[in-house]
């Protein structure tokens, strides 16, 4: 948590600068597949399938079924042939559909929301803030 704080701050920011982003670094930048584990493969198909994520009114049960995605998150490594979404392993509609990724929101679960934080560490930001709002 206070190396997310630092990372963000003016004094983060130089150090990355300066480091070439090996210091502090985002979570991203650790785990280059970690974008993978918030595809929404469901998403993904619809929008491979008919160009929207939203799922089709007059579709019917089968057809979304067979729309799903053919892949799971461990098969991530298995190349995908052309026509096909790499993310849901759904066929393209080439004249619909579009070959996009969608993304989940990505939550950090080991993160606490800011209502559970500490009262020190309120505390400290509610004092930043009044010398920031006070230093203008």
Known sequence: MA??????????????LLTRNKVFPY???RDPSLWKKYVHKEKSAHMAHHGSV???????????????GVRTRDDS????????????????????GKDKHVVDWY??????PHHVYPPPRKVTISRLIVCLTLAM
């Not at 701050?9 to 990355?16: K, Q």
């Not at 939203?54 to 799903?68: G, H, S, V």
């Not at 939550?107 to 606490?112: D, E, H, I």
Request: negative net charge; hydrophobic residues 30%.
């Open 107 to 112: 939550v950090n679960s080991t993160q606490a």
């Open 27 to 29: 979570p991203e930048e």
């Open 77 to 96: 490594e298995e190349t995908v042939a052309e026509g096909y979404n790499e993310a849901s392993g759904a066929r393209v509609d080439p004249e619909k």
């Open 54 to 68: 939203e799922p089709p009114e007059d579709a019917d049960a089968d057809e979304l079924k067979d729309l799903r």
């Open 3 to 16: 190396p997310d704080l630092i990372r963000d701050s003016p004094f983060g920011h130089i150090v990355r």
